[in-house]
């Protein structure tokens, strides 16, 4: 593996980092307190070529690399861990699904759309009765003709009340439960579909979390992506490169942190001193970065071997694992670090304590990717 990053990679990385510094960072709690999308900040990535990163010129993308995707997600999140958290699900879970699995009828359809950012994806995979158990998923779609009608509903997808184009999983043949589930593609406005709850979530409140439903929605048989019975395969092709994205970002997240901590152990005094004369600030600040430089080189070696067509299943679940962890102790720390100044929302590390969470749950939480780790290294 080559660590030196192109001069292509670095123009990537600085163009994110300062769309970040410049474009989010002035209005981050504005959206995380009124809990709104920020959607003109998402057509302005689109315009970047941030919401198609990894797709093909020929369909509307920026053609790059994973490792500019982690790059710009990485990015992103060092300022604002819920936009980076959505550009990641409509990168890496709507977009890619039907970039990886769609014919390309659908694909020509689609994904330009998605690419540009002029419209936002969303993918339903999670129910009320199926979190890491997919199996047990509820929603059904039943052939008449030449339609699929879909009733059931979708829980904690990411987009849900502000996307354009959905990808959706069903069971086409509930006894077979996994090998039965299906996945589907549609555009909002259809007959059927309706927004439920939006949740008020302790963190990531500027990336929408909504229920969906789905009452006698009835989808052409030519939007199905692949064939019947293949959904839950793709799903977890694509939730593999999906916690790359997610390494990413709780890789800025962490690195957030540990900015802001350096730079209040640098000005802060007390007892006649700075906080970073104390050895009790040091070691935490040494261990941060230690574990954050640790948990990048595992994102960064998962997005390597991605772009040369290798197995990521162990790499990715490694990096995502190692790295949410890494960014929930960072987080903690820095919110120990500023003391009482940290757990007021004057100061970012009081939002990237509530944020971090989520990352050690969403898209596999810590104790599947630990199943994932010893499937591979005990070969069962």
Not at 258 to 275: I, M, P
Not at 328 to 347: H, L, N, R, S, T
């Amino acid at each position: 593996m080559d660590f030196n990053l192109t001069q292509e990679n670095v123009q990537v990385r600085e163009l994110a980092r300062n769309f970040a510094r410049t474009e989010i960072k002035p209005v981050v709690m504005k959206y995380d307190e009124a809990q709104e999308f920020p959607l003109e900040l998402m057509h302005k990535l689109g315009d970047l070529g941030f919401l198609g990163v990894t797709i093909p010129e020929k369909y509307g993308g920026a053609g790059l690399s994973y490792v500019d995707y982690c790059s710009i997600v990485e990015e992103i999140s060092r300022v604002d861990p819920s936009i980076g958290l959505s550009v990641a699900a409509h990168n890496g879970l709507c977009t890619a699904h039907l970039y990886t699995f769609a014919g390309e009828d659908l694909k020509r359809k689609y994904v330009p759309d998605l690419a540009s950012g002029r419209n936002i994806g969303a993918w339903g995979l999670t129910e009320p009765s199926s979190g890491s158990d997919s199996g047990s998923m509820r929603t059904v779609a039943v052939r008449d003709g030449n339609f699929y009608v879909l009733n059931g509903s979708k829980q904690f997808t990411t987009h849900g009340s502000v996307g354009d184009t959905f990808v959706v999983m069903a069971l086409t043949d509930p006894p077979k439960r996994k090998k039965g589930i299906s996945a589907f593609v549609f555009k909002r406005g259809i007959e059927g579909f309706s927004v439920g709850h939006k949740e008020n979530k302790l963190g990531m409140r500027a990336s929408d979390t909504s229920t969906m439903i789905f009452q006698d929605l009835r989808i052409p048989r030519e939007n199905l992506i692949g064939a019947e019975g293949e959904g839950f395969t793709q799903a977890l092709q694509i939730l593999d490169a999906g916690r790359i994205g997610i390494a990413a970002l709780a890789v800025g997240l962490a690195q957030g942190a540990l900015d802001a901590s350096v730079k209040y152990a640098r000005e802060r005094v007390q007892f006649g001193k700075t906080l970073a004369e104390f050895q009790a600030i040091q070691w935490k600040i040494s261990e941060m970065g230690t574990r954050i430089e640790a948990a990048r080189l595992l994102t960064y070696e998962a997005a390597y071997l991605k772009d040369h067509g290798k197995n990521i299943n162990l790499a990715a679940a490694t990096a995502k694992y190692f790295a949410s962890e890494t960014a929930v102790k960072c987080a903690e720390e820095a919110v120990q670090i500023y003391g009482g100044y940290g757990f007021i929302k004057d100061f970012p590390v009081e939002k990237f304590y509530r944020d971090v969470k989520l990352l050690t749950i969403g898209e596999g939480t810590s104790e599947i990717q630990k199943m994932v780790i010893a499937r591979n290294l005990l070969d069962i």
